[in-house]
């Protein structure tokens, strides 16, 4: 199996900057792809930014131009670089895996999530 460890987050001010870190571990054939996710109380968790391991990438529209998230294969490594934080960023920060553990079996995980409050 996957095991994907978060890290960064914290308690910053409206306008600071945090960087989020997410390692990957474990029986790992290859990564498809890694991203991150947040949840924030009473709303279905988003897709923040992803990218495939053909350098696609997807942002929400909410924090383009604010975020920006890249990738350490050789690391198997994920980060996710977030300026111009707005209170509306808070929220659980959950780093997702799309990987295969054997040539033929794929599937996605998650990590364990890290709590991002952005202050007014």
């Known amino acids: 199996q996957v095991q994907l460890v978060e890290s960064g987050g914290g308690l910053v001010q409206t306008g600071g900057s945090l960087r989020l870190s997410c390692a990957a571990s474990g029986t790992i054939f290859s990564i498809v792809s890694m991203g991150w996710y947040r949840q924030a109380p009473g709303k279905q968790r988003e897709l923040v930014a992803a990218?495939?391991?053909?350098?696609?990438?997807d942002y929400a529209d909410s924090v383009k131009g604010r975020f920006t998230i890249s990738r350490d294969n050789a690391k198997n490594t994920v980060y996710l670089q977030m300026d111009s934080l707005k209170p509306e960023d808070t929220g659980v920060y959950y780093c997702?895996?799309?990987?295969?553990?054997?040539?033929?079996?794929?599937?996605?995980?998650w990590g364990q999530g890290t709590q991002v409050t952005v202050s007014s």
């Open positions: 990218k495939t391991s053909g350098h696609s990438t």
């Open positions: 997702n895996a799309r990987a295969y553990t054997t040539p033929w079996a794929w599937a996605d995980y």
